[in-house]
């Protein structure tokens, strides 16, 4: 069975590998393939995440995580993203000017991109919180850039002011039905970086993840 997440992050693939390749211009959405590989490993990844204290915010600024980075002619991951995303996507050379997005946190739809998001699901504070403080800038901006694993999507602006830098232990999107993904989503991005994870974050997670049935994991 094909899934949100598996769709989205095939889709990520081949739009990374494009862009890798010297793509000139946006690259559309691929039609995905499922990823059935990916299925049944977040708990054993849940699991294999180092438990620690949240780090200190000494040092941090946004600025130390460079994007968005160009991925075209007068285009960004940004516009990527909302590509991928949304649905009927018009585009004004590169650029996305309109659509069709809905918010997975709430459930919200907009056909202005500039009423959309694109959320870190990592928060960048909170990576460095739990790790990221150690890396050099252009990690940080490989991180803040990433198209390959389930890092970013395109959400509603008010959803993402809301949550902030907050770990799912201080904040879960409005949509329940969104919860196993979203959860998935985050341990998949903190397992493949290698980031930590508090008592609290990892408590929350693990009871997200209770109820999903495998046809609504990745």
């Known amino acids: 069975m ?16 494009a862009i890798a390749l010297g793509a000139a211009g946006c690259v559309p959405p691929a ?16 699991g294999e995440l180092t438990v620690a204290s949240a780090g200190s915010m000494k040092g941090y600024s946004r600025s130390r995580f460079p994007h968005w980075r160009g991925t075209g002619k007068n285009c960004d991951v940004r516009d990527s993203v909302l590509q991928r995303d949304g649905e009927s ?17 709430d459930g919200r739809v907009f056909t202005d991109p500039a009423d959309v998001d694109i959320d870190h699901v990592v ?18 901006g490989d991180f803040a850039n990433d198209l390959t694993r389930p890092q970013l999507i395109a959400v509603s602006l008010t959803s993402n002011r809301a949550k902030g830098d907050q770990d799912p232990s201080q904040w879960k999107p409005a949509n329940r039905s969104y919860w196993c993904q979203y959860a998935a989503d985050w341990v998949t991005v903190k397992h493949y970086w290698r980031l930590t994870v508090t008592s609290a974050e990892k408590a929350a997670l693990t009871d997200m ?5 495998w046809a609504s994991k990745p």
Do not use: F, H, M
Not at 123 to 140: I, T
């Open 2 to 17: 094909r899934t949100r997440s598996g769709a989205r992050a095939a889709a990520a693939v081949a739009l990374a590998a």
């Open 123 to 140: 928060p960048l504070a909170n990576a460095w919180r739990s790790g990221a403080d150690e890396w050099d800038d252009s990690k940080r």
């Open 89 to 105: 996507i018009k585009l004004s050379g590169c650029n996305v000017v309109g659509g069709r997005w809905e918010s997975a946190y």
């Open 209 to 213: 993840l209770e109820g999903c049935t």
């Open 31 to 46: 039609e995905p393939e499922p990823t059935p590989s990916s299925a049944g490993n977040v708990s054993k990844q849940l």
